[in-house]
Antibody, heavy 118, light 108 residues
């Protein structure tokens, strides 16, 4: 069974750094891109970008490039979304999802809620 | 502001059919539209991909179609459990997907 596992909640202050994780299981981890989506409180889904676990090749949405980064640890089937200096506007739910093709994301993590206080 | 436009809300009574529209130029260019269902505080669930294909396990009450720049999700035999937010997504070229703003479905 394909699963993407994410931790539940992170509470941080503006200016702090953060790394959240997405661990894949039940499939060949290095064969599929992993995408990250943001959902701000009460708002819709936004595609942030994606990373290929085999070589860490990354594609970013222009809206998110420069503020967050993606990384991979193939040894533990985990991808990361990280910020070096959080802003209050980063408060959101962050989902990882396996990218099948085009606009298709069949498997999703349960999401990590990030709360950043100013 | 999303490049895919959905109505903010739709509603229907149990047993009825409803249709949610999604309009954008990328839809007219590619036959690559997906629909996602999201219940409160849950992860989205893929309901339709490639305009009209259903993943394994998704009820055949859910169907998708496209005409020109508008894609549609139809839910027939509406049930209380269908009450959720629905998002369309379309391939926009350069392997970048777009999401619509979401539609809240209320089952009366």
């Amino acid at each position: 069974e394909v699963q993407l596992e994410q931790a539940g909640t992170e509470v941080k202050k503006a200016g702090e750094s953060l790394r959240i994780s997405c661990k894949g299981s039940g499939y060949t981890f290095t064969s599929y891109w992993i995408a990250w989506m943001r959902q701000m409180p009460g708002k819709g889904l936004e595609w942030m970008g994606r990373i290929h676990p085999s070589d860490s090749y990354t594609v970013f949405s222009p809206s998110f490039e420069g503020h967050a980064t993606f990384s991979v640890d193939k040894s533990i089937n985990t991808v990361y979304l990280q910020w070096s200096s959080l802003k209050a506007s980063d408060t959101a739910m962050y989902f990882c999802a396996r990218w099948e093709a085009a606009a298709t994301f069949e498997y999703w993590g349960q999401g990590t809620l990030v709360t950043v206080s100013s | 502001q999303s490049a895919l436009t959905q109505p903010a809300s739709v509603s229907g009574s149990p047993g009825q059919s409803i249709t949610i529209s999604c309009t954008g130029t990328s839809i007219g260019t590619f036959n690559l539209v997906s629909w996602y269902q999201q219940h409160p505080a849950k992860a989205p669930k893929l309901m339709i991909f490639d305009v009209s294909e259903r993943p394994s396990g998704v009820s055949n009450r859910f169907s998708g179609s496209k005409s020109g720049n508008t894609a549609s999700l139809t839910i027939s035999g509406l049930q209380a459990e269908d009450e959720a937010d629905y998002y369309c997504s379309s391939y926009a070229g350069s392997r970048v997907p777009l999401f619509g703003g979401g539609t809240k479905l209320t089952v009366l």
